[in-house]
């Protein structure tokens, strides 16, 4: 990628107001969005200090227009946000007409002097570039070409960055591509922008659309040095805690149990800490937590890694660190190829790796799919340790050695190129929603129930029916405890009803005007009584307001199930138990937390499906007749005791 000296640089005025909803205050955690639909609730500035140079939100886009023919150099928008530290942001973008010579950019920790981290793609050649700028001028810090990467003329793409502490990570459509280590700048406002090398003919116009900036706190990359805990360590109760948490060497299960519903159940010391990295083989990376705990409860996120022949990727938990950054560790080892095992070790600040336990993974525990989401979490109570994974079940059950101390927690990633070749081999890898919470107390929060104890909501006036949940797994005990948390919140939309009276090849559906990322809803559907042909039902979320974008979970009256989104192959589907006799209900629960749903049909707990491919917030729909041949024009196809619920507070209706 050919880059030149800055030629203008714009560091645009932060004089808009934010966001409805959203404050300007620091908090780890909170996203700021830019729909770019208005400039009245936008973060960009549309003004202009050059008369060649115009920016301005129109027809949903924010567009940056250089009617300088041959233009050269870089045009950098500020957003008005406040000064991050570790913070991701993506954006869509489009270079109109010939794209030869033209780059778009994300950038980061952009100081008032004008310094910062920047990514720039070239997507006429796949060219990739980091480089940090100085008052005296930029370096280059990382460079590569992708021809993956080449996309066509008007294409539309999305590019980001993410800062994770010392590591800065360009992004494009969702996947890292090149990353780089530099310590120069802390912390500074996220910027977009573009650029061109003066060799082209035709001007510079590029639109901006969907922006994204996520605060991931105050982070810290290994190789590193300890940190002051967040608060001082305490086994004090909680008050309305009142329920004990089962021994883990009498019932590993029912603690297990016991640590999740304290993480449904009360806030989290520390969470959505997540980053991706180029991990170099042979090194440790480790992602600290901050706090001061003896018995503790985690979990994170991980993409599968695409593992080289001959190699190994770990990821796992350091926990009980101290002073020096000694601590002891468990982890779960992948190859690639399905081959799944976990190991328990001691990890000192110097000296070599101990490994005092290993053992073999449940096949179920980890998606071997190369970019599949998967979760992982340890309990770690009264001397003993759980590791569990996509199974959410005591997957392994290990005694611990050593002498409990009030340490910090760790997640961790590592690399193993067996072929020898450690210093020119890197692995991306990447982990998202690092939380911890404190089990020292030893209690439960007063409420927790089993599942089989469980009795379902009885009045319509105060909440939906729940179905009972027909098991007792991990994940049907989660989806369980979840929705019981949610229906706490205030509904958004409270017993809706109504019903859709197909057309002849169209199908049919409803908006609950609402503007939410993670949710839980519970609706039921009424068959019709004309069964001439198949009918499908469904509910679809995250989609632009007034259309069945998004995503969506559709049952049909065989018994399969599909998510997708509109108009592409499905992320998922299976078959689950659907009553399609004439004039039988059906209930459909959906569960969005993240990148992670849950679907319940009639109290049946379908698999966890993966949303990392739709990720914004949007309306939730419910619909009929979405697939060809579904329809017959006149059929009434009713829904009732529609409810939604936020799952985080901070989640609220659209205006």
């Known amino acids: 990628m050919r880059r030149i000296t800055l030629a203008l640089f714009l560091a645009l005025a932060l004089v808009l107001s934010p966001l409805a909803g959203i404050s300007l205050t620091h908090a780890q955690g909170q996203v700021y969005t830019d729909s770019m639909d208005s400039a009245a609730t936008g973060l960009l500035s549309t003004e202009t200090f050059d008369p060649s140079i115009s920016f301005a939100y129109q027809n949903g886009q924010f567009v940056v227009n250089v ?163 967040l ?37 989290p010391i520390v969470s959505d800490l997540e ?23 985690a979990e994170l996120h991980f993409a599968t890694p695409d593992v080289p022949a001959d190699g190994i990727f770990i990821v796992g938990f350091c926990f009980w660190v101290d002073a020096d950054g000694n601590c002891y560790d468990v982890h779960l080892l992948g190859d690639g190829g399905g081959q799944v095992t976990w190991g328990y070790g001691y990890y000192p600040a110097v000296d070599a790796y101990q490994t005092l336990q290993t053992g073999t993974m449940p096949a179920e525990s980890v998606d071997p799919t190369v970019g599949a989401t998967n979760f992982l979490s340890l309990t770690v109570y009264q001397g003993t340790a759980i590791l569990s994974g996509n199974s959410f079940a005591a997957d392994a059950v290990i005694p611990l050695q050593g002498t409990p101390i009030f340490g910090d927690v760790k997640s961790e990633i590592a690399f193993i190129d067996s072929t020898g070749a450690a210093s020119a081999t890197t692995l991306s ?40 949940v027909q098991g007792s797994s991990g994940v049907e005990l989660m989806f369980d405890q979840s929705r019981k948390a949610a229906i706490g919140n205030p509904a958004l939309a409270a017993g809706l009803s109504g019903s859709f009276t197909q ?82 209900s059906n209930v459909i629960e959906l569960l969005v937390q993240g990148a992670t749903a849950i679907v319940a049909i009639n109290g ?16 939730v729909y419910a619909g009929a007749g979405f697939f060809q041949g579904d329809t017959v024009a006149g059929r009434v196809i009713p829904y009732s005791q529609w409810w939604i619920y936020p799952t985080n507070v901070l989640d609220f209706p659209s205006g």
Not at 91 to 102: F, Q, R
Not at 248 to 261: E, H, K, Q, S, V
Not at 511 to 540: C, H, K, M, R, W
Request: glycine letters at 10%; charged letters at 15%; one cysteine or more.
């Open 503 to 584: 057309e002849s090849d169209v199908y049919a559906f409803v908006g609950a005007n609402v503007n939410l990322g993670d949710f839980y809803s519970i609706v039921t559907f009424t068959n019709p009584t004309d069964l001439s042909a198949p009918f499908d039902v469904g509910l679809g979320f995250r989609a632009d307001r007034g259309t069945e974008s998004g995503v969506r979970f559709v049952v049909s009256s065989d018994g399969s199930w599909y998510l997708q989104q509109p108009g592409r192959t499905p992320i998922a589907s299976g078959a689950a138990g659907f009553d399609a006799t004439a004039g039988a």
């Open 275 to 297: 980053g991706s990295l180029a991990v170099e083989s042979g090194s440790t990376y480790l992602l600290s937590a901050g706090v001061e705990l003896v018995d503790f409860y």
């Open 67 to 229: 009617q300088q023919p041959s233009y050269q150099g870089d045009i950098i928008s500020t957003l008005s946000v406040p000064e991050l530290a570790s913070s991701r942001l993506t954006v869509d973008a489009a270079i109109a007409g010939e794209p030869t010579n033209k780059y778009v950019i994300a950038g980061c920790r952009h100081t008032d002097a004008g310094e910062g981290y920047f990514f720039g793609y070239l997507p006429a050649t796949g060219d990739l570039l980091i480089w940090r700028r100085d008052t005296s001028g930029d370096t280059n810090i990382a460079q590569s070409v992708d021809a993956s990467l080449i996309a066509p003329a008007n294409a539309t793409y999305q590019i980001g960055i993410d800062c994770w502490t010392n590591v800065i990570t360009g992004i494009v459509n969702g996947q890292p591509v090149v990353s780089a280590f530099d310590d120069t700048y802390p912390t500074g406002r996220p910027t977009i922008g573009v650029g061109a090398n003066g060799l082209q003919t035709d001007g510079l116009t590029v639109a901006f659309d969907n922006l994204t900036v996520t605060d991931n706190g105050n982070l810290t990359l290994g190789p590193e040095t300890p940190v002051a805990p």
């Open 429 to 468: 890898m990447s982990t998202s929603d690092f939380a911890v919470w404190d089990l020292n107390s030893g209690v439960v929060p007063a409420g927790s129930t089993d599942v089989a104890d469980s009795e379902p909501a009885q009045s319509a006036s105060s909440g939906p029916t729940l179905p009972p």
């Open 604 to 619: 049946t707990v379908l698999p966890q499906l993966d949303l990392s491919s739709v990720t914004t917030r949007g309306d």
């Open 231 to 267: 608060r001082p360590s305490s086994s004090e109760t909680t008050t309305g805690q009142s329920t004990a948490i089962e021994d883990p060497t009498i019932d590993p299960d029912g603690t297990l149990a016991d640590a999740f519903a304290v993480s449904l159940q009360t806030a």
